[in-house]
C-alpha cells in the first residue's frame, strides 16, 4: 500500500477537493472499501462491481458514538429480538425517521455482520461489527441528493466497543478521482 491514497471529488459546479487518506479498509464479503480521513471522522465507502471497479460511492461522516457502560445498555442495540440495530426504522435524536435499506420490511432483521481490515501507516488492524443501513429524503433541493442514509454499526476492535452513528450521501463514482 502507498503511504498515502488521495482522493479527489470533482463536480463540473464546483473546484476539485483534494483528500487525503490515511487509511483503506476492506469488507471482503460485501465488496466494500472505505477510504478513511485522517481525523478518523469520515470515510467514502466504494462498493466493488466483478471487475474491482467503483459501482457505487457514499460518503459517511460520523455524527455520533456511543460507548454503552453495561450488558443492558449493550441489549439496547444488539439484542437478537430488541435492540436497535435492525428495526425496521431509526430514529435519530431530532426525532426523524430512517427506513431500513438492507432486508426492508415489517419487524427486525438480524444485522449484517461485517469484518474490515484496516490498512495504514501505523498498521493493520481488524474490527468486527453487526451493522444496518437506513435511508430517508433528503428534503434538500436539486442538485442536492435525494436520499441521506444513516449506518448504524455496533463495533468491536481489539478489545474496544461502541456503537457508531454516521450520516451519508450518494457520490457519483465517476467524479472520484483515486491516485
Known amino acids: 500500500m502507498p503511504t498515502s491514497w488521495c482522493a479527489t471529488a470533482c463536480s463540473t459546479s464546483a473546484p476539485a477537493t483534494v483528500l487525503t487518506v490515511q487509511e483503506v479498509g476492506r469488507i471482503a464479503s460485501a465488496n466494500l472499501v472505505r477510504l478513511r ?12 462491481d466483478a471487475a474491482g471497479q467503483p459501482d457505487e460511492c457514499r460518503w459517511f461522516g460520523l455524527i455520533d458514538e456511543v460507548t454503552p457502560a453495561d450488558a443492558d445498555e449493550w441489549a439496547v442495540w ?5 435492540g436497535l440495530i435492525g428495526w425496521p426504522q431509526f430514529e435519530t435524536k431530532d426525532g426523524k425517521l430512517y427506513d431500513r435499506v438492507w432486508s ?15 490498512e495504514g501507516l501505523q498498521g ?21 441528493p435525494a436520499v441521506e442514509y444513516l449506518l448504524v454499526t455496533a463495533i468491536d476492535a481489539g478489545g474496544q466497543a461502541w456503537v457508531e452513528i454516521r450520516a451519508g450521501l450518494d457520490i457519483n463514482p465517476a467524479t472520484l478521482s483515486l491516485a
Not at 485522517?38 to 467514502?44: A, C, L, M, S
Not at 426492508?104 to 484496516?118: D, F, K, N, Q, Y
Open 37 to 48: 480521513t485522517p481525523d478518523g471522522r469520515g470515510y467514502f465507502q466504494l462498493h466493488l
Open 78 to 82: 444488539i439484542d437478537p429480538k430488541e
Open 104 to 118: 426492508p420490511g415489517e419487524g427486525r432483521v438480524a444485522p449484517r455482520e461485517l469484518t474490515e481490515v484496516i
Open 124 to 144: 493493520i488492524r481488524t474490527q468486527h461489527g453487526i451493522a444496518m443501513l437506513y435511508a430517508a429524503p433528503s428534503g434538500a433541493a436539486a442538485p442536492a
